[in-house]
Structures are given as structure tokens and as C-alpha cells.
């Protein structure tokens, strides 16, 4: 929070935190990962933001993800298609990439 309160979010949990300057800004990071700076402004109407941190890669999308590696590279493997098993890499390069090269848009701060 400006650069000089850290708050830890625990998991389902809401964090309240009183804002000591107008304009706030707000960044959330897990130590590698860092989200873009989100300003916050209070006006005499508007007092409160409600917001959640989620991650670019939901857990559905996680479980298909590996669910598609295991079919595809069990086919490639019976068959002995090494372009299944080649095509079964897909998934696992997605997340890789949302996990390293776009490190800003992994984790997010969305409207609650």
C-alpha cells in the first residue's frame, strides 16, 4: 500500500485497511509476480473499494489442462504417434508462459 504497508491476504479472508492518503495505490505481489499499480480515489460519495486478487490460470483451467497432457501423450505413447506426445506439450507451454513471460498479468486485481 504506497509503497510502505505490506498486508497479508489469507485465503477467503477480506483484509481491511485504512488508507492514510488520497490517492492510494495498490500492489499485490506473491514475491515474484507483480500486478500493475491500481490507484485508488475517494471522494466524499465514494469511501469504500471492494476488490479480490485472483490468478490468470484458474484451477479448471489446471485440472483440463493436465487432463488434455495425460490423454494426448497416452495416445502418442499406445499408438506410437510422436506428434500426440509432441501436440501433448501444448498445455504445459501455455501455463509456462502466463507463469514467466507474462509475470504482470498473472496475478490480478479485479472489481469484487
Do not use: W
Not at 495498490?26 to 473499494?49: A, C, M, N, Q, S
Not at 493436465?66 to 501455463?95: D, E, Q
Amino acid at each position: 500500500m504506497n509503497g510502505n504497508f505490506i498486508y497479508a491476504l489469507n485465503k477467503n479472508k477480506p483484509v481491511i485497511i485504512d488508507i492514510p492518503s488520497n490517492p492510494a495505490r495498490v500492489v499485490v505481489t506473491d514475491g515474484y509476480h507483480i500486478t500493475k499499480p491500481l490507484e485508488l480515489l475517494f471522494t466524499p460519495t465514494r469511501h469504500t473499494y471492494y476488490f479480490k486478487v485472483v490468478c490468470a490460470i484458474e484451477n479448471d483451467q489446471l485440472i483440463v489442462g493436465f487432463i488434455i497432457i495425460f490423454l494426448l501423450f497416452t495416445m502418442g505413447l499406445t499408438s506410437g504417434i510422436v506428434v500426440l506426445k509432441i501436440i501433448s506439450l501444448g498445455p504445459l507451454i501455455y501455463f509456462l508462459f502466463l507463469y514467466y513471460i507474462n509475470r504482470k498479468e498473472f496475478i490480478q486485481i479485479r472489481p469484487a
